[in-house]
């Protein structure tokens, strides 16, 4: 066996302001050039490890440890956070937020800087950094010049001038789209190879982190380590679904197809996945065993957008011809990667932009002339960050803002409240302060905020937006039922589960076109589509082609419908 | 976008003269611009800082609205100074020329105008370098020149990215702003004044929440990249001093010699015709 190098030893971790300990007596050995993947629920724990691991605790939150860690072979808590970054490189989920220098190379250089390294080997250092992780055209570039993947690259070169050790990544595939999520996975496993670090993933996005081979999985769930398993073993194992993570799709799927997992499927990733003939008919069977859903007629049409344009005022084109009906009651996913021109499209519905050519009818009415306020009666728009909406300190006064602005009698705006509240499960909390809100439930009520409004469409920027599949399950479905009372939802995501799961119809929008328009299961299974929007293809789509059958978005619907049927 | 303290990035002679030399030349400027009330100076000053405003390319429309701020606190530090001490050129110049008298005792004398005038062109002499310094040095190299010129690199690097985050920090703002104005908390023209401070400040709530964590995530990042280890730290974007450097620190320092010989000659700071 090689040597050790992280030791957690009956490790407890208190912090100052909690009344409970949030990491209990964690005992766990990681060894050299080992590649393990940590997972857990939010609030498990999980990045409570990290900050051990990295030194921001004790050095930046205090707190009270007890046992013992250490990290090659010193007990941590004799070391400053500095000594332990040298150790320890540490890659931040939010890659924007970890981006301090001006330009790629001088972010690159930052902990040279600090460590008064003279400036010719300063350069020569950044250079090989930044040829590592392949930014290396890109020195003098400005972080908002580079897309989510590329300052990713940059952040990993700033840890990696250091030789540390060990890498640690913080939930890295949190702010990237699908297609650059598997690249960044992909990267990680390549610079591991080619440098021997030990790697530490933090992620609870299973399926995704484990497109490439880890070593083990550690689960982690309110506090504890509840299993330390390989990836095989863990899929065999209930225990995913006990602490409420999403176990890998295709996995879900043999079990709709009534096969037991056992380790000799190596069902750990997607890669190694070997079935049997008679497995691999029992797919099979299970997919023609039940015709496809029928389909509803199209809906009435409510929001029509026709031939939209824009560009920005430095003359970079945004939008170029968009048309697309939004149908009365349905819920549908605009998807696309960044800069796509998809909230430059939500944009343009609420007018917050206005578009340089074509029309936005609502109920047949053109709405182009009508205020920002005038708009927000018929479409409601939620921003990402729920943090950013909310101005008032006490939940029933947020609610009714727009409704005070309105103008509205008090005895309307008590009764519109109270329903949104209710419609949001918050009454119970009607009287309470903001601050004592989750973060899904400050979610809810920015939606309730906006459902006071009645409008009939609502637009969600990320609704699911760094959520654990728990919370993402509960805000899908609160967002279903809303549907079902008849309001129209349209969601910007770049969730492909959310594409499939609840999304009878995904817009794909790409260099500021429309590029298609249909089921999510169809898009998700069309290499081509996938390709230009910088999407993944579903484990579905692989897993229909290894069992022989050729139509993959049936494949894929059938185990949507299947899925809905189970789930309720 | 109003564009408070930005970099412009615009080749010119000026841009390329090193964060530091910069600094220097705008520290010695000001103290010379300061320094006196010699109107020969400041009017050979402002005419030079107009002109190297011209060789930086920078245009008026970039700087517009800084230069309107400076444009009102000028006037208003002209009224001002009016107001309670009308009678000040004349006890610095010790003599009085009325040129017309108004109520309440108030009195234009020529003394007082021709104060008055220097202060005015101390204006125009300092604010275009000082507005030349802001666009033309990048952040990373404000720091670097701070922390050159004897400033701790904290303090240095703390100022400049609280300058790097503001265009962020304006970004967040509008977007938080439309937001609120979908749910009809407008704050466009034709609301009353009152109303509109009031909603506008219904949106600072949220945006100090997120820039604490935006502070609280710079603030691991940088740590657990070794900042602060160690007393002194090394700059990627330092730069040697080329001939422009000595250049151009060598004229400021001639023009802070000719304001201290001016006050020499004159016997005071203060030129006095009368």
Known sequence: MSRPVIEFDHFSFQYDAQAEPTLKDVSLTLFEGEKVLIAGPSGCGKSTLA??????????????????????????????????????????????????????????????????????????????????????????????????????????????????????????????????????????????KRTGATVVMIEHRLEEALTRPVDRVILVDEGKVVA?????????????????????????????????????????????????????????????????????PAPKPLLEARGLDFQYPNGLKALTGIDLTVGEGEMMAIVGCNGAGKSTFAKLLCGFEKPGGGSIRFRGRDILGDSVKARADHIGYVMQNPNQMISHAMIRDEVAS????????????????????????????????????????????????????????????????????????????????L??????????????????????????????????????????????????????????????LMCGISDARA????????DREVRG | MINLFNYIDRPSPIHRLTGATKLLCLLIWTFAAMGSFDPRLLFLLAALSIGLFRLSRIHIKDVKFMLGITFWFMVLNN?????????????????????????????????????????????????????LFVCTTQPSEFAASLNRIGLSYKLSYSVA????????????????????????????????????????????????????????????????????????RSWYSARPFQKADYAAITVSLVLLLLSIGLTIVNGSRFYNPF
């Not at chain 1, 601050?435 to 920015?446: C, F, I, P, V």
């Not at chain 1, 920027?461 to 279903?480: K, S």
């Not at chain 2, 920090?169 to 609301?191: C, F, K, P, T």
């Open chain 1, 51 to 192: 900050h051990c691991l990295n030194g921001l605790i004790p050095f930046a939150y205090p707190g009270k440890i007890e046992g013992s860690l250490k990290v090659a072979g010193r007990e941590t808590r004799e070391m400053s956070i500095f000594e332990l970054s040298k150790r320890v490189g540490t890659v931040l989920q939010d890659s924007d937020g970890q981006f301090i220098g001006l330009t790629v190379a001088e972010d690159i250089a930052f902990a040279l800087e600090n460590d008064v390294t003279p400036l010719p080997e300063m350069k020569a250092r950044v250079k090989e950094a930044a040829e590592l992780v392949d930014v290396a055209g890109h020195l003098a570039h400005a972080p908002h010049e580079l897309s989510g993947g590329q300052k990713q690259r940059v952040s990993l070169a700033g840890v990696m001038v250091d030789d540390v050790e060990i890498l640690l990544f913080d939930e890295p595939l949190a702010n990237l789209d699908p297609a650059t999520g598997r690249q960044a996975v992909e990267l990680i496993d390549d610079i591991q």
């Open chain 1, 402 to 481: 727009g409704l005070v602005a309105r103008g509205l009698p008090k005895q309307e705006i008590d009764r519109r409240a109270e329903q949104a509240l209710t419609i949001c499960s918050l009454r119970p909390f009607r009287s309470w302060p903001v601050s004592a809100l989750s973060y899904g439930q400050k979610k809810r009520l920015t939606i309730a905020s906006i459902l006071a409004l009645e409008p009939e469409i609502l637009i969600l920027d990320e609704p699911t937006a760094g959520q654990d599949f728990r919370n993402y399950t509960r805000i899908m479905e609160f967002l279903r039922e």
């Open chain 1, 228 to 296: 330390d398993l390989s990836p095989d073993e863990l899929v065999c194992s209930p225990l995913l679904k006990e602490i409420g993570l999403r176990e890998p799709l295709y996995v879900t799927a043999l079990k709709y197809a009534g096969l037991p997992i056992h380790p000799g499927m190596r069902a750990g990733s997607l890669g190694t996945l070997t079935l049997t003939e008679a497995e691999k008919e029992a797919v099979r069977r299970w997919f023609t065993g039940a015709p496809e859903a029928e389909r509803g």
């Open chain 1, 483 to 544: 549907n079902g009372r008849g309001i129209a939802i349209v969601m910007i995501t770049h969730d492909m589960h959310l594409m499939l799961e609840y999304c009878p119809r995904a817009a794909v929008f790409a260099g500021g076109r429309l590029i298609a328009d249909k089921s999510g299961a169809a898009v998700l299974t069309d290499p081509e589509t996938v390709k230009k929007a910088s999407l993944r293809e579903t484990s579905l789509y692989a897993l229909s």
């Open chain 2, 79 to 131: 009224v001002l100074i009016f107001l309670f001490s009308p009678e000040h050129g004349v006890e610095l110049y010790g003599a009085r020329h009325a040129l017309c008298s108004l109520p309440l005792g108030y009195a234009v004398t020529e003394e007082q105008l021709f104060y008055q005038l220097n202060v005015v062109l101390k204006y125009f002499a300092t604010i275009p370098v000082v507005l």
């Open chain 2, 161 to 232: 990215l609280a300058l790097r985050y503001i265009p962020d920090i304006e970004r967040e703002y509008h977007d938080i702003a439309l937001s609120h104005q979908a749910r009809g908390i407008e704050m466009g023209r034709g609301v009353p004044v009152f109303q509109r401070i009031k909603n506008a400040s219904a949106i600072l709530f949220p945006l100090i929440l997120s820039s604490m964590d935006r502070i609280e995530s710079i603030a691991s990042a940088m740590e657990l990249r070794g900042f602060g280890k160690n007393k002194k």
């Open chain 1, 555 to 562: 494949f894929a619907q059938r185990f949507i419908d299947h």
